[in-house]
């Protein structure tokens, strides 16, 4: 089964500072999508930004990067130019392309404070 | 364009009840799920459906548990007898066919006395 793994539970940044949260996860797939999803205070989930597996390119969102290390199995997430809006839960998740089964796989999460 | 739409936004049940969640997904996606998120923890896949079929029910517990999306209107998760333990925030989510990415709705939130 695939498992992802947060191992920092909690984080924090300066404003306009850049910050890496980390994620592993475990897959015998060759083709999969990965994801970090943003939770604020208000508990909406929102989509950061998305990996395809068999993209070598790293996705990039405004000020959203992501360091994607295939054989590695390690998906991390670097926010450039941090705000105060960015403080929230993030968690990352993964899901299987083949097998007919769409379902995410959550970590964790991490909880993320922006200090001004 | 309305995102994925969930009521109630909170639900307070006395152990034994039955918990009725409704998920209406955005327009034009015909994928839903429902995820569970105990507190302190990451969200926990339950089921998947489409219209009127169940894709992947491997999350739902076995019992007390059940969840449909009928050719006309939302998808249901039912809940019946609940437990203190079945506390948490559900949150839907919806796709349409062959994108990667589900948008989710604002979650409801259980609780149970």
């Known amino acids: 089964a695939q498992t992802v793994t947060q191992s920092q539970p909690e984080m924090s940044v300066q404003e306009a500072e850049t910050v890496t949260l980390s994620c592993t996860y475990d897959t015998s797939e060759s083709d999969y999508y990965l994801f970090w999803y943003k939770q604020p205070p208000s508990r909406q989930m929102i989509l950061v930004i998305r990996q395809e597996a068999y993209k070598q390119q790293n996705a990039t969102e405004n000020r959203f990067s992501v360091n994607f290390q295939k054989a590695a199995k390690s998906f991390s997430l670097k926010i450039s130019d941090s705000q105060l809006g960015d403080a929230a839960m993030y968690f990352c998740?993964?899901?299987?392309?083949?097998?007919?089964?769409?379902?995410?796989?959550f970590g964790k999460g991490m909880k993320l404070t922006v200090n001004p | 364009n309305a995102g994925v739409m969930q009521n109630p936004r909170h639900l307070v049940r006395r152990r034994g009840q039955e918990a009725r969640l409704r998920c209406s997904p955005m327009?034009?996606?015909?994928?839903v799920y429902w995820y569970r998120q105990l507190p302190e923890e990451g969200l926990k896949f339950m089921v998947y459906l489409q219209k009127e079929n169940i894709i992947d029910e491997s999350g739902m517990p076995k019992e007390r548990f059940s969840a449909e999306f009928p050719k006309e209107g939302p998808s249901i998760l039912r809940i019946q007898q609940v437990v203190r333990g079945d506390s948490a925030a559900y949150f839907c989510a919806s796709s349409g066919t062959g994108t990667s990415w589900q948008y989710f709705g604002p979650g409801t939130r259980l609780t149970v006395t």
């Open positions: 327009k034009g996606h015909s994928h």
């Open positions: 998740a993964y899901r299987a392309v083949q097998g007919g089964s769409e379902k995410l796989v």
